[in-house]
């Protein structure tokens, strides 16, 4: 209210200033209890002036929530919340300013309703935008990712790591398979122990085991590539 000096005109136009305002205003008393309202908040609230003046803020907002809002109502300063606006819902900046008797006594506060949906929305698309164009530059880059290591020379491969220290192949490259003599789909599931022929197996089990007293695997992830031959 004081934002844009409405106290600073003629009360017929203050009427004429309030009622025409987009924003929802509620004009309250000490005790929090509804003054008067706006035409807006009337709309925003869903109820009639005679309907809303006399009763506590706190109790028409909390009514007016929408469900996953109800647990978080507080009356302060820029707070987002989620109206139902007849039976839909929409999203509200809250604000609330004290205002003063001419004595100087503090006479109450004006809280103004200010409907953010359409920003919200364009908020929530911007951030989908951007989701969209993080996967898709994930996307790329395991494809990147994926011709290199089919295309690399050097032999590469994932392993599993199973309980007693036995590992499976999870996945293996082709330079892999012309080491080995093996396609790909013959040696993905197997035991390392069956792929591997010595002195090249106690090689790699040793890296392996070092890799894992060193703390390089951790739950959930794919080990260290490990590449053998060349």
């Known amino acids: ?21 987009a924003d929802g205003l509620m004009i309250l008393d000490n005790q929090g209890r509804v003054l008067d309202v706006n035409p807006a908040a009337q709309v925003i609230l869903s109820q009639k002036a005679q309907a809303l003046i006399g009763k506590p803020v706190e109790e028409i907002i909390a009514n007016r929530l929408a469900p996953e809002e109800r647990s978080r109502w ?24 004290p205002f003063y008797e001419k004595g100087g006594a503090l006479g109450g506060r004006i809280i103004f309703l200010h409907d953010i949906t359409e920003r919200k929305r364009l908020e929530e698309r911007l951030r989908e935008a951007q989701r969209k164009q993080v996967e898709g530059m994930l996307h790329e880059n395991e494809q990147r990712l994926a011709s290199i290591y089919d295309t690399v020379g050097d032999a590469i491969y994932y392993l599993a790591v199973e309980p007693e220290e036995q590992y499976r192949f999870d996945s293996v490259n082709r330079a892999f398979g012309k080491v080995i003599g093996l396609p790909a789909e013959l040696v993905i599931g197997r035991k390392v122990t069956e792929i591997i022929p010595e002195p090249s197996l106690s090689l790699v089990l040793g890296k392996y085991r070092q890799a894992i007293r060193k703390r390089l ?12 031959g060349s």
């Not at 695997?217 to 053998?228: D, H, M």
């Open 217 to 228: 695997l951790f739950a959930g992830r794919k080990p260290p590539i490990i590449s053998v």
């Open 74 to 97: 507080m009356a302060e300063e820029g707070l987002g919340i989620r109206l139902l606006s007849g039976n839909e819902p929409r999203d509200y900046e809250l604000s609330d300013s």
């Open 1 to 21: 209210m004081f934002r844009w000096q409405l106290f600073d005109i003629k009360p017929f136009a203050q009427a004429a200033v309030i009622s025409g305002m």
